[in-house]
């Protein structure tokens, strides 16, 4: 029997996407590269769309896709306009969902980008009643623009994960793979039915040790 997803209202769908702010530093290669990943936890299919208040600072791998019920997608952002009079200055990127025979949008979720001379230089961080304000006068007028998608860059080879890092993400995998909980008509026994909010912390999981394997 084919599930149909919930009668939801246009920008109503919370979006799960970490980190929440992405912090360069000029003087660290290593973070020139980011990663967010964007999880679907619900029972149907979503797509996806990244739009940027400063696409020309940025490349973004795969600004659209198309997330999987209950997976998680990994979007690799590089910062490659590295200059002393970009210190400081605040940009955007909005992650925009729906689903994928509809066109309006049912979520979206804003993250900041800032670049800094060095990590040394970093702002303590502020209260969260602060910082919550401080991010809704910042994003008002905001202007975003869609970003371009390029092609995966091919990475020089390495060491790669430890066997620890690639059994621990097969877990991840294959808990995602699991029935959800109440689900009918399934095969799998009732106790290897896993909750949302544990498939939840799988994806999260999953989504730190895909980003630890992209740094390697």
Request: proline share 7%; with cysteine; aromatic share 6%.
């Amino acid at each position: 029997m084919q599930r149909q997803s919930p009668d939801l209202v246009e920008g109503r769908l919370p979006v799960f996407v970490f980190p929440t702010e992405l912090v360069f530093y000029a003087d660290t290669q290593a973070s020139h590269k980011q990663v967010l990943t964007l999880y679907n936890p619900y029972e149907f299919a979503l797509k996806f769309k990244v739009m940027c208040t400063a696409p020309n600072k940025y490349a973004v791998v795969d600004a659209t896709g198309a997330v999987r019920p209950q997976c998680c997608v990994d979007i690799v952002i590089r910062h490659r306009d590295v200059r002393a009079c970009h210190y400081g200055v605040i940009d955007k990127f909005r992650l925009q969902v729906s689903e994928q025979s509809q066109r309006k949008a049912l979520g979206r979720k804003d993250v900041m980008a800032t670049l800094l001379p060095s990590a040394a230089q970093a702002p303590p961080q502020a209260p969260p009643q602060e910082e919550e304000r401080r991010m809704k006068e910042q994003l008002a007028d905001s202007v975003f623009f869609e970003q371009p998608a390029i092609q995966t860059e091919s990475r020089a080879a390495s060491g790669g994960p430890s066997l620890l890092t690639v059994l621990l993400g097969l877990v991840c995998m294959a808990a995602l793979m699991l029935p959800t909980l109440g689900e009918q008509e399934s095969t799998v026994p009732v106790y290897l039915h896993l909750s949302v909010n544990k498939k939840l912390v799988a994806a999260y999981v999953l989504g730190l040790l895909t980003m630890v394997i992209l740094r390697t």
